[in-house]
């Protein structure tokens, strides 16, 4: 089946610096993609989509120059946290819909999410 | 806008025991896409299964059927034969079918499965 690579799994930065969390489809191509936070004992949130050569649609309240999104390819979308500060401390998840699958009944395919700790 | 709706943060069922996760969504829309995704400790999400909503029939997957009742707009999803790997986070989740591709989910239902 379609497989999602999110990686770094976890990662510690320290206040104040950036972090890039990436997201490869591995056996598919993904027009689409898709981030989420997740906060502790919470559901997730959409923070945006991106489309693969667009800019990256952003949900309501999420600081698009705080949350850079860049979907390159049809395989690769990146998720940059700019001068992170605690209060940024979460679990990203990234999905993605495989391009030839038209139908959306087929859902998406999660990463396995990162893990951030911004000190 | 559409939302989902889970009422139960948390339930317990005994193992080889049958359980019934609730779930009710709002929408304007007569055409969508329903989902159940389990979010074991891994925290990966896994999809459960999946219903389309011009579609009368419940869909099932093995232990897992839904109880779809498009009127009342709810969407429960049980488990059969509760097994220790069931433990998970369980969310309901609503896609449009035409409007965008956006998820959305609802706060979900920790299952704890008593041995």
């Known amino acids: 089946g379609a497989v999602v690579s999110q990686h770094p799994s976890w990662v510690i930065c320290k206040s104040g610096t950036s972090v890039k969390i990436e997201c490869r489809s591995l056996?598919?191509?993904?027009?689409?993609m898709f981030w989420y936070r997740q906060f502790p004992k919470q559901s997730l949130m959409l923070m945006a989509t991106s489309n693969e050569g667009s800019k990256a649609t952003y949900e309501q309240g999420v600081e698009k120059d705080k949350f850079l999104i860049n979907h390159a390819s049809l395989t690769l979308s990146t998720l940059t946290v700019t001068s992170a500060h605690p209060e940024d401390s979460s679990f990203y998840i990234c999905?993605?819909?495989?391009?030839?699958?038209?139908?959306?009944?087929?859902?998406?395919?999660f990463g396995s999410g990162t893990r951030l700790t911004v000190v | 806008a559409q939302t989902v709706t889970q009422s139960q943060p948390e339930m317990s069922v005994q193992e080889a025991e049958t359980v019934t996760l609730s779930c009710t969504y709002d929408?304007?829309?007569?055409?969508?896409?329903l989902f159940w995704y389990k979010q074991p400790p891994s925290r990966q999400m896994i999809l459960v299964i999946r219903q389309e909503a011009y579609k009368q029939q419940n869909a099932t997957e093995n232990r897992f059927s839904v109880n779809f009742q498009k009127a009342a707009k709810s969407f429960s999803l049980k488990i059969s034969d509760s097994q220790l790997g069931d433990a998970a986070m369980y969310f309901c989740?609503?896609?449009?079918?035409?409007?965008?591709?956006?998820?959305?989910f609802g706060k979900g239902t920790r299952l704890h499965i008593l041995p």
């Open positions: 929408t304007s829309e007569s055409d969508y896409y």
């Open positions: 056996d598919f191509q993904a027009t689409t």
């Open positions: 999905s993605a819909r495989e391009s030839t699958q038209s139908a959306p009944i087929y859902g998406y395919t």
């Open positions: 989740a609503y896609r449009s079918a035409h409007r965008d591709d956006k998820i959305i």
